[in-house]
């Protein structure tokens, strides 16, 4: 299995502009969680999807931030429109199970510079 | 207000000795916790977690013991390697709960000098 897959991994963009970030997951995953990971905060969920639904957004920071789930194997986080304090690394983890006790998988991350 | 801390940003162990990394948590509800390990540049790795029900598992050169009554968790690992240097994560999640997520502290950094 390639494991979770995160596109692309490295995103350096202007203010102002749209970012989208992509996920696949694993494949038999029904469970699926964005996190973002910076100094201040650490790595905190933004919003998760069980079985393709969006179960909880609260995390999500701002109406700027929205993510789609449209099958399961795919899903994106967009941030419309971008600032630089949403620079940060995003994660992508997956899971067979909502509630695991071998936690979730995640992907390499995508480390999105806004300037 | 953070759930799941750990207080030590860092720590440096010679290799072969042992390392210890902590972790206080707040919520007694929590099901399981976990430890994750993270390099740079790659996502956490899950490593090792134990049940609220017990107070120790061991996989091979780690163990996690729980002290449940001091909400106090601990990552021992025996004997350190430098491939051992990473960030290390705890983790709690509580099954069935409002947030139904892993709550993550913020991470220990671990060196360990050959």
């Known amino acids: 299995d390639a494991g979770v897959i995160q596109s692309p991994r490295h995103e350096v963009t202007e203010m102002g502009q749209e970012v989208t970030l992509r996920c696949k997951p694993i494949?038999?995953?029904?469970?699926l969680f964005w996190y973002r990971q910076t100094m201040m905060r650490g790595l905190e969920l933004l919003i998760y999807?069980?079985?393709?639904?969006?179960?909880?957004d609260s995390g999500m920071p701002e109406d700027r931030f929205s993510a789609k789930m449209p099958n399961a194997s795919f899903s994106t986080l967009k941030i419309q429109p971008s600032e630089p304090r949403d620079s940060a690394v995003y994660f992508c983890?997956?899971?067979?199970?909502?509630?695991?006790?071998?936690?979730?998988?995640f992907g390499s991350g995508t480390r999105l510079t806004v300037v | 207000d953070q759930q799941v801390k750990q207080n030590s940003p860092s720590l440096s162990v010679q290799e072969g000795r042992i390392s210890i990394l902590n972790c206080d948590y707040t919520?007694?509800?929590?099901?399981?916790f976990l430890w994750y390990k993270k390099y740079p540049a790659e996502g956490p790795t899950f490593l090792i977690s134990?049940?609220?029900?017990?107070d120790k598992n061991e996989d091979g050169r780690f163990t996690v013991f729980l002290n449940k009554s001091a909400k106090h968790l601990s990552l021992h690992i025996v004997p350190s390697q430098p491939g051992d240097s990473a960030v290390y994560f705890c983790?709690?999640?509580?099954?069935?709960?409002?947030?139904?997520?892993?709550?993550f502290g913020k991470g220990t950094k671990l060196s360990v000098k050959p």
């Open positions: 983790a709690a999640i509580e099954f069935g709960g409002s947030q139904g997520n892993l709550i």
């Open positions: 494949s038999g995953h029904n469970s």
């Open positions: 919520n007694s509800m929590f099901d399981y």
């Open positions: 983890a997956s899971s067979f199970l909502v509630y695991s006790n071998y936690g979730y998988t």
């Open positions: 134990i049940s609220s029900i017990k």
């Open positions: 999807f069980n079985n393709n639904v969006p179960i909880d």
